[in-house]
């Protein structure tokens, strides 16, 4: 789904690195609403025990037809299994990527936490950068939040 990210430090300074940049956000911006999806169909099953259309919508802020066509799209990239008046299960694809998710949320959310934003800020604020950080930040704040939480 995600291409292999080139590290932008090991480009020159200048258009190439500029380039890779917003390619990055441009690859980070097409799975972000995937990785949304999944991850939210993993937590309703973990909170109610299935997954519905209706329940996405509703949680996601957006039509049934707007997440019923999202749905679809999952399915088609292997990520979910749907049936028409059925639930909707995560393949071994679409957990793997729900768990990844879930994983950078939490590294995120519990970072800006460390650094005094407040809950609500913490949980709207990580909810779109867990997406568009790197891994080499991601590390950073873990390192960083460690550091934060020893003091």
Request: proline letters at 3%.
């Amino acid at each position: 789904m995600t291409q292999a990210k080139i590290p932008l430090d090991s480009l020159p300074a200048g258009p190439a690195r500029r380039a890779a940049a917003f390619q990055r956000m441009r690859d980070a911006h097409s799975t972000e609403m995937a990785e949304d999806y999944v991850e939210l169909i993993g937590d309703l099953i973990a909170e109610m025990g299935e997954a519905r259309l209706t329940d996405l919508a509703e949680n996601l802020g957006v039509t049934h037809a707007t997440a019923a066509k999202v749905v679809q799209r999952l399915a088609r990239e292997g990520l979910v299994e749907s049936r028409p008046y059925r639930s909707i299960f995560l393949t071994e694809a679409g957990q793997a990527m729900a768990s990844t998710s879930r994983a950078r949320h939490k590294i995120v959310h519990d970072f800006l936490l460390a650094i005094g934003v407040s809950e609500a800020n913490a949980d709207a604020d990580a909810e779109g950068m867990e997406h568009h950080v790197s891994d080499e930040t991601l590390a950073v704040f873990v390192r960083m939040t460690e550091r934060m939480r020893k003091v």
